[in-house]
């Protein structure tokens, strides 16, 4: 049984296509890394699975309850705490002791403090942000979790530090996730598997199944797989070319 | 509990800063003595005794009366024109085609002199708080309209994107992530609209002789008591400033918390 069955999706922006014929299966409690060159048309099809785009072509099939997408950018709204951001996500029939629970609990798993909670984002620092967004996602209960490049503006140490709340929240069998990146590193770290989209967004290149389950890799067999994928796999080639002109 | 104490802090701080203003004050006192002090008593009566002239009228039970309908007149224009602005913004800001329509209307409406207007308000309501009322309602509408349909033209789209993904349904994404982001651009603009109401108000009743302050203003001026007519205008000024920081400034508080917040220590407010 498949969460999220995307078939033959095609859109374009302005008459200028951007993805045609893409088609991704992602199992339940299957967390699968996207990977492509800058501008190949990964974060419109994220929009397009999680219904924030309605694409021109194709069928998006969900099978799951609920979703929620954890984005580049926190987009923490400025004039609410962070307690309140999180507490958005939930269901409005949630009685206030319920939903003080719920907060707490999204908030632990993220690995905020619960001082922090009472803080506005323009208080927090760009990682506790980012943290913020997550453990909003967490909160909503999603069975499905999008995530489009969240960690790419922070430092390594954080990132890392992010990944590790990803995968044990998403990567372990408990929810479903899409996760967009284009670190191979951190493709490889946190996914069951990794699929490339198609450098110009024609369809789907190929994918490949990291072995082991996220969590359990360690950091020399994950170095040694980035080395594999980056040096002998012609699927990986064009992953790190830049293209800007075809952002969207 | 907690959030008591903030409040009583914050209420503190509002109150403290009380001073700050005073001082702003009494600097521009200071100018007006030494004006006073070069031209005289006849030109310029000295700020002491503009005040002293103000308490006379203010012992007087018929200066609260008139200070009252000023007020009221000026407050119903200002939240005839905050309904109407506000919501129309809304409707325009949302529909760029409405507001291109718009938009040369609000410049028309902002290029006929505010006399002009009177003149006409005089022809069709007569000489009553209806004229009056709407002179300020015109004179502050153009200027609400603009800040609603700005502030929802210049949303920001990914906090709304964030709200679909979350499952938000139209009208929950309007009040809960719309409206607060407006709501920061007009609340300005409302501050402004407000002065501008009163000042209109004062106007109108001066030229249509319609009671209030502006006719009080109009009889110093034929008595040429220029201290009765300063104390007119500090009278005017101070229920202008009664309504903006004991209605306005603390709803806007009470909404951008946030920005105190985001403030450094030392220089809130």
């Excluded at chain 1, 501008?39 to 219904?51: E, F, Y």
């Excluded at chain 1, 705490?81 to 908030?107: F, H």
């Excluded at chain 1, 140490?157 to 929810?175: K, S």
């Excluded at chain 2, 040429?224 to 400033?241: E, F, H, K, T, Y």
């Amino acid at each position: 049984m498949n969460a999220l069955a995307l078939s033959n999706i095609g859109h374009a922006f302005l008459g200028r296509t951007v993805l045609d014929r893409v088609g991704l299966d992602i199992g339940e409690g299957e967390l699968v890394a996207l990977v492509g060159p800058s501008g190949c048309g990964k974060s419109t099809l994220l929009h397009i699975a999680a219904g924030l785009v309605e694409p021109r072509q194709g069928s998006v099939i969900r099978s799951y309850a609920r979703h929620a997408v954890v984005f580049q950018e926190p987009r923490l709204l400025p004039w609410a705490t962070a307690r309140k951001n999180i507490g958005m996500a939930l269901p409005e029939r949630l009685s206030g002791r319920d939903r003080q629970d719920r907060v707490l609990a999204a908030a632990a798993a993220a690995a905020l403090e619960e001082e922090d909670l009472d803080k506005y984002p323009v208080q927090l620092s760009g990682g506790m942000k980012q943290r913020t967004a997550i453990a909003r996602g967490l909160a909503s209960e999603a069975d499905f979790l999008f995530f489009d490049e969240p960690f790419s503006a922070l430092d390594p140490a954080l990132r890392r530090h992010m990944q590790d709340i990803v995968i044990r929240h998403a990567g372990n069998g408990r929810r479903s996730g899409l996760f967009i990146t284009h670190d191979m590193t951190e493709a490889v770290r946190i996914a069951h598997r990794v699929v490339v989209l198609e450098r110009r967004g024609n369809g789907i290149s190929g994918e490949r199944h990291v072995p082991l389950t996220p969590g359990e890799r360690d950091d020399r067999m994950i170095f040694e797989t980035v080395q594999r994928f980056m040096k002998e796999d012609p699927l990986f080639r064009h992953v790190e070319e830049l293209d800007e002109r075809r952002t969207g | 509990m907690h959030s008591l104490a903030k409040r009583v802090s914050r209420t503190g701080q509002f109150l403290w800063s009380g001073w700050s203003g005073l001082a702003g004050l009494s600097v521009f006192a200071a100018f007006w003595q030494v004006v006073h002090e070069a031209y005289g008593s006849f030109i310029l009566p000295s700020p002491l005794e503009t005040l002293t002239a103000a308490q006379a009228l203010l012992g007087d039970v018929s200066a609260w009366q008139l200070l009252l309908t000023t007020s009221s007149r000026a407050l119903s224009g200002f939240a005839l024109a905050g309904v109407i602005g506000t919501v129309a913004g809304c409707i325009a800001g949302f529909h760029p085609a409405i507001l291109r329509l718009v938009q040369p209307q609000i410049t028309l409406m902002l290029g006929v002199p505010p006399i002009a207007w009177i003149v006409l308000l005089m022809i069709w309501f007569g000489t009553g708080s209806a004229t009056v009322t709407t002179t300020a309602a015109v004179a502050c509408l153009p200027i609400v309209f603009l800040g609603a349909s700005e502030g929802i033209a210049s949303r920001d789209r990914l906090l709304d994107d964030m709200a679909l993904s979350l499952g938000m349904g139209q009208v929950r994404r309007f009040v809960r992530i719309t409206i607060p982001q407006m709501l920061n651009r007009l609340f300005p603009i409302l501050v402004m609209a407000l002065g501008t109401a009163f000042k209109a108000a004062v106007m109108a009743e001066l030229l249509a002789n319609a009671g209030g302050i502006g006719e009080a203003l109009a009889v110093s001026r034929s008595n040429l008591d220029v201290a009765n007519a300063l104390a007119w205008i500090l009278l005017s000024v101070s229920a202008l400033l009664a309504v903006e920081y004991g209605l306005i400034q603390p709803t806007r508080s009470e909404l951008e918390a946030w920005r105190h917040a985001a403030r450094p220590w030392g220089v809130k407010r």
